[in-house]
């Protein structure tokens, strides 16, 4: 069973710093990209950031110039470094896995980003 865990998450001050990590475990026969969303309340989950199995990586424009995405194969593992944060940030992010292009396959169970003065 696959199980992806979070860490990282919590409050921050705007224009703060935080650092998503997130690690997967169990079987994964391949993987084509990692990725996190984010859930608002009130808002539909949206797409932040997604790195492919070859480091190609894709933003949400509202994160441009902000976030880092980064990955490390070897530990199937996802980060996500946030800086210049905003109170729009504020959210649940996930964690995710791709088996193949598309939607995700594979959902971490969220960490809460707060961004408040």
């Known amino acids: 069973q696959v199980q992806l865990v979070e860490s990282g998450g919590g409050l921050a001050q705007p224009g703060g710093s935080l650092r998503l990590s997130c690690a997967a475990s169990g079987i994964i026969f391949s993987i084509y990209a990692m990725g996190w969303y984010r859930q608002a309340p009130g808002k539909q989950r949206e797409l932040v950031a997604k790195?492919?199995?070859?480091?190609?990586?894709n933003y949400a424009d509202s994160v441009k110039g902000r976030f880092t995405i980064s990955a490390d194969n070897a530990k199937k593992a996802v980060y996500l470094q946030m800086n210049s944060l905003k109170s729009d940030d504020t959210a649940v992010y996930y964690c995710?896995?791709?088996?193949?292009?598309?939607?995700?396959?594979?959902w971490g169970q969220g960490t809460q980003v707060t961004v408040s003065p």
């Open positions: 790195i492919r199995n070859g480091g190609l990586t």
């Open positions: 995710t896995v791709y088996r193949r292009s598309g939607g995700p396959d594979y």
